[in-house]
Nanobody, 123 residues
Framework: QVQLVESGGGLVQAGGSLRLSCAASGRTVSNYNVGWFRQASGKEREFVTRISLSGITDYSASVKGRFTISVDNAKNTAYLQMNSLRPEDTAVYSC?????????????????WGQGTQVTVSS
């Protein structure tokens, strides 16, 4: 099993930046496809981005060009760099990992989840 712990959330003004971290333990993160999802209050969890085992990335239309996913194998940590933040980006952000292939935009594909970190963007 792999355990995931997110950090780096907080309060930021619109237009600002944050970098979220997803520290993995128990197993090497490079053995997993990694995704980031978010859930705003009163809404369903939605796909943000993912990086596959082969390093291929994919982004939702709402964050493309503003967010970047990466993995540092030496630190066994995945990151989500978020730039040009908007109030509508406010949500709890969670990282997830799976050893399986499939539609990596779907939450059901992921086996392991972190507890989430709150991101609040003020206008």
């Amino acid at each position: 099993q792999v355990q995931l712990v997110e950090s780096g959330g907080g309060l930021v003004q619109a237009g600002g930046s944050l970098r979220l971290s997803c520290a993995a333990s128990g197993r090497t993160v490079s053995n997993y496809n990694v995704g980031w999802f978010r859930q705003a209050s009163g809404k369903e969890r939605e796909f943000v981005t993912r990086i596959s085992l082969s390093g291929i990335t994919d982004y939702s239309a709402s964050v493309k060009g503003r967010f970047t996913i990466s993995v540092d194998n030496a630190k066994n940590t995945a990151y989500l760099q978020m730039n040009s933040l908007r109030p509508e980006d406010t949500a709890v952000y969670s990282c997830a990992a799976t050893p399986y292939s499939g539609d990596l935009q779907r939450t059901g594909v992921y086996t392991y989840w972190g507890q989430g970190t709150q991101v609040t963007v003020s206008s």
